[in-house]
């Protein structure tokens, strides 16, 4: 639990470097580490409202309090931007996918921030919450500073008046009940960020693989070793891969799923 608390600890000091507010959430890991006094689902809704603000909001969440939280998530409503960032144990992916959210994975700290940048930008623009997947993969240390605050006014209710019943519960399920993810995100944003390694057949390796993976580049000298931050969506008509290296929930040959 120590290797795990400091890098928690460390992905709380970065991203109170880079978003006007974060809070904190989760059950039993995030527990351990904070002292947790609002649950997932208030906590999400308080985010909703300081991004009505015009403010980047990061949620720092684990992966049992992010399940707890999907119903608020998946009617949220964003104008700042909203990042839910998950230490995840288990495997969060298909719940991205069903709820039409993206989810970034970063695999080292660099990509990391990358991810922050990312996720706090492109929120506000499409006006969706973002998802970045952590886990015990990643190895942050005290270099990781974030990228800045932007600083500004927090102005309420930016470009809501157009739409009528905005606060209105039943108007706001059914206008998120078949969420998509923008065109813009599936053949840009996931396109723009990948990074390949070497040349020759494909094989992407997930976040939590990288660790394992870095270490024997010389043996897959003959391959093109495939790293994409974007998890959800898989930017699959961009890359040319016949392998996958994932701990779980990936096919391990033949290509996309």
């Known amino acids: 639990m120590h290797d795990i608390r400091s890098s928690i600890l460390g992905i709380a000091d970065a991203l109170r470097n880079s978003f006007n507010d974060v809070l904190i959430t989760g059950s039993y890991l995030m527990n351990k580490v904070f002292t947790i006094k609002v649950g997932p689902e208030g906590t999400i809704n308080e985010a909703e409202t300081l991004s009505s603000m015009f403010k980047d909001v990061a949620v720092l969440i684990d992966d049992l309090g992010f399940l707890n939280s999907l119903g608020s998530l998946s009617i949220a409503r964003i104008r700042g931007s909203l990042v839910v960032f998950v230490y995840d144990i288990h495997d969060i992916r298909p719940f991205c996918e069903l709820t039409g959210l993206p989810c970034l ?5 660099e990509s990391l921030v990358k991810a922050i940048k990312e996720s706090r930008d492109y929120s506000e623009a499409f006006e969706l919450p973002y998802i970045v997947r952590l886990g015990p993969w990643l190895s942050v240390g005290e270099g990781l500073s974030g990228i800045g605050v932007k600083r500004r006014e927090a102005t309420f209710n930016k470009n809501w008046g157009g739409e009528p019943m905005r606060w209105g519960g039943l108007n706001r399920l ?3 009940i078949r969420r998509r993810i923008p065109e813009e995100v599936g053949g840009v944003r996931s396109r ?5 390694i070497g040349k020759g057949d494909g094989v992407l ?3 939590p693989a990288w660790s394992f993976i870095k270490e024997r580049l010389d043996k897959v000298s003959n391959y093109s070793v495939v790293l994409s931050l974007y998890i959800n969506p898989l930017p699959r008509d961009f890359i040319n891969v016949k ?3 994932d701990p779980g929930g990936l096919p391990s040959e033949g290509g996309w799923r």
């Open 105 to 109: 994975e970063p695999w080292d700290q």
């Open 192 to 196: 723009d960020n990948i990074t390949v």
């Open 205 to 207: 390796v997930s976040g």
């Open 174 to 176: 059914l206008s998120n």
């Open 243 to 245: 392998y996958v290296v």
